[in-house]
């Protein structure tokens, strides 16, 4: 791993974004402080006790044009510091719609990792560079939080909640992953490596791990095995929606309201049935809150995703 003796380097495209506005903010400040203390200095000495400085009237430059002017320059001049920073913000929370997908489940005391293909790591997460990379993550037991120094990125992970976050690497190397949230005994041993690779090192060592089922393909066993397929397949004598289809619609639900179905309201849909309900449907689909893992719900999720390519999803028809 890098050294560094002063300043970690970024490594991805938002750690470069976070440096400009840091070194900015660290300069623009610097400058102010050093013009109002050259100013107070030189004040304190010119009109020292007993100083034969001029005291009457104010000098021509203090009018109060100068005045108004200076407090809007600086006034604009942190707006647009709070517009940057700002929208550096916000675009850390806006995924590009084409990243590649890695699930994260944090647990006392460790991150376990798993790609799109089903291939898993635990404290490890291999990568391509220059690639957009979504974590969906959630935790089983406490708060934890995702740290990489290098690539500037920190995220919660919370217990019931999904969150999300993204980067994207801009260099490869391996790169330190901390737990930044006081999780119990072992949390300062709770970390591990990022390991960013070439593209087409990533492909060959992703080709090497063994066999995993997809999520999806796992989350399908999982369907029949918790009883979902007895009520939600096609054939089924109770009333309960067809899932086909279902990822990425607007769904009414029965107050009236209309919720788009992401992965929040799937797993919504799963623990809490009775907070949502769709409408035209009885409220009779049993919570799974307890009988469920994080680590199950994630492939539940994904197999309903599966469902939803729009070439087998038949529209959706309307509820009677
Ligand atoms: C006893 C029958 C029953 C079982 C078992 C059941 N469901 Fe449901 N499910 C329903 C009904 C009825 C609804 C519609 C009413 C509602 O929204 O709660 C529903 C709604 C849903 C929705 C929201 C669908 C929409 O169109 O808005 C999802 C997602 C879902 N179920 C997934 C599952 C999964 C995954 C399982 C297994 C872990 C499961 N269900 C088990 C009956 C069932
Ligand atoms: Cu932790």
Same mark, same amino acid.
């Given at each position: 791993m890098d050294k560094p003796i002063f300043w970690l380097p970024a490594a991805s495209t938002q750690g470069v974004v976070v440096d400009r506005l840091f070194f900015a903010l660290l300069a623009l400040s610097g400058a102010v402080l050093l013009l109002v203390l050259v100013l107070l200095v030189t004040f304190a000495v010119r009109y020292r006790h007993g100083s034969k400085a001029k005291r009457g009237a104010l000098p021509r430059l203090a009018r109060r044009e100068f005045e108004i002017g200076w407090t809007a320059a600086t006034f604009f001049l942190?707006?647009?510091?709070?517009?940057?920073?700002?929208?550096?913000?916000?675009?850390?929370?806006?995924?590009?719609?084409?990243a590649m997908e890695i699930h994260v489940t944090a647990k006392q005391w460790m991150f376990k990792t798993q790609h799109p293909n089903g291939a898993r790591e635990i404290n490890a997460l291999h990568m391509p560079v220059d690639t957009? !990379?979504?974590?969906?993550?959630?935790?089983?037991?406490?708060?934890?939080?995702?740290?990489?120094?290098?690539?500037?990125?920190?995220?919660? !992970?919370?217990?019931?909640?999904?969150?999300?976050?993204?980067?994207?690497?801009?260099?490869?190397?391996?790169?330190?992953?901390?737990?930044?949230?006081?999780?119990?005994?072992?949390?300062?041993?709770?970390?591990?490596?990022i390991v960013v690779m070439e593209k087409d090192a990533y492909a060959r060592w992703l080709a090497e791990q063994p066999e995993g089922d997809d999520?999806?393909?796992?989350?399908?066993?999982?369907?029949?095995?918790?009883?979902?397929?007895?009520?939600?397949a096609g054939r089924s004598?109770?009333?309960?929606?067809?899932?086909?289809?279902?990822?990425?619609?607007?769904?009414p639900l029965s107050d009236g309201?209309?919720?788009?179905?992401?992965?929040?309201?799937?797993?919504?849909?799963?623990?809490?049935?009775?907070?949502?309900?769709?409408?035209?449907?009885?409220? !009779?689909?049993?919570?799974?809150?307890?009988?469920?893992?994080?680590?199950d719900l994630a492939k539940l999720v994904a197999y309903i995703r599966s469902l939803a390519s729009p070439s087998l999803a038949p529209q959706r028809s309307a509820a009677p």
């Open positions: 942190f707006l647009f510091v709070f517009w940057w920073a700002g929208s550096a913000n916000l675009s850390e929370f806006q995924p590009p719609s084409d957009p !990379i979504r974590l969906a993550m959630t935790s089983e037991d406490v708060i934890h939080s995702f740290w990489v120094p290098a690539f500037r990125f920190k995220r919660d !992970i919370l217990p019931g909640r999904l969150t999300q976050g993204w980067f994207r690497a801009n260099r490869t190397g391996t790169f330190h992953l901390f737990c930044a949230e006081y999780c119990g005994t072992d949390h300062s041993l709770m970390g591990g490596a999520l999806g393909k796992q989350g399908e066993a999982l369907f029949v095995q918790l009883g979902c397929a007895g009520c939600h004598a109770v009333h309960a929606p067809d899932l086909a289809g279902l990822y990425g619609r607007e769904i309201t209309k919720v788009l179905a992401d992965e929040r309201y799937i797993r919504d849909s799963i623990l809490q049935p009775r907070r949502e309900i769709a409408a035209g449907f009885e409220p !009779i689909m049993p919570s799974f809150a307890g009988t469920v893992s994080e680590s």
